[in-house]
């Protein structure tokens, strides 16, 4: 079965700096692969989506690319903030019903 | 987007008593699904709950621990049965988008079983 892989150890980062996160997965590459967020006490949120055919796709600061040969994902923000703190999780379709199974997620720690 | 309310927010309950959580969306909506999330573990579906059908269970969840409600497209309830410390847990439940695949969540409950 397919398995997700996200960097369980925080990154730490200083204010303005591009923060890096890591998504791999083990089997069949999915149709798209997503990207969310998760603050404390709160449900995820989701922030993008790429799709299998897509290499990279943006939003504002975040950039995700989507690389089917090396079975990975990375996520990055630029410029990041204190407000960017939080744990992202990346998650994949599995299954009928556009189910998706997630990550275990890493969290950012964005230092002033 | 959807907007998700759940309640309750957080419980402690008894072991061996049973905990129905409630889940709202302010759209109707065709699947929605509820997931387990352990401290500092990742989001686990534990089913799929269609309106008009019987929930779909993931592998290692069961109808008579985990039983779903579906009674409409705005509303469902996740009941944890005869609970055990090991179900300390958060319960989140979520809603596909009408267009796409991403899923929106609702607040979490958090239970805590003594």
């Known amino acids: 079965s397919q398995k997700i892989e996200q960097n369980s150890e925080a990154l730490n980062i200083q204010e303005g700096k591009t923060a890096t996160l890591t998504c791999n997965y083990t089997n069949y590459s999915p149709a798209y692969l997503q990207w969310y967020r998760q603050d404390p006490g709160r449900g995820p949120v989701f922030l993008l989506l790429i799709r299998e055919n897509e290499k990279e796709k943006r939003k504002e600061r975040l950039k995700v690319t989507f690389d089917t040969t090396l079975k990975q994902s990375l996520f990055h923000i630029t410029a990041s903030q204190p407000a960017d703190s939080a744990t992202y999780l990346c998650?994949?379709?599995?299954?009928?019903?556009?189910?998706?199974?997630f990550g275990a997620g890493t969290r950012l720690a964005v230092h002033p | 987007s959807a907007v998700i309310s759940q309640k309750p927010s957080r419980d402690i309950c008894q072991r061996g008593t049973s905990l129905t959580i409630q889940c709202q969306v302010d759209?109707?909506?065709?699947?929605m699904f509820w997931y387990r999330q352990q401290p500092g573990q990742s989001l686990t579906l534990i089913a799929t709950?269609?309106?008009?059908?019987?929930?779909?269970?993931e592998s290692g969840f069961v109808i008579d621990k985990f039983p779903i409600s579906r009674p409409n497209l705005t509303f469902s309830t996740l009941t944890v049965s005869n609970m055990s410390p090991e179900d300390s847990s958060i319960y989140l439940c979520?809603?596909?988008?009408?267009?796409?695949?991403?899923?929106?969540f609702g607040p979490g409950t958090r239970l805590t079983v003594t």
């Open positions: 979520s809603v596909e988008a009408a267009r796409g695949y991403e899923q929106y």
């Open positions: 998650a994949l379709p599995s299954g009928g019903y556009n189910k998706l199974i």
């Open positions: 709950a269609n309106q008009g059908s019987e929930a779909t269970y």
């Open positions: 759209s109707q909506v065709t699947m």
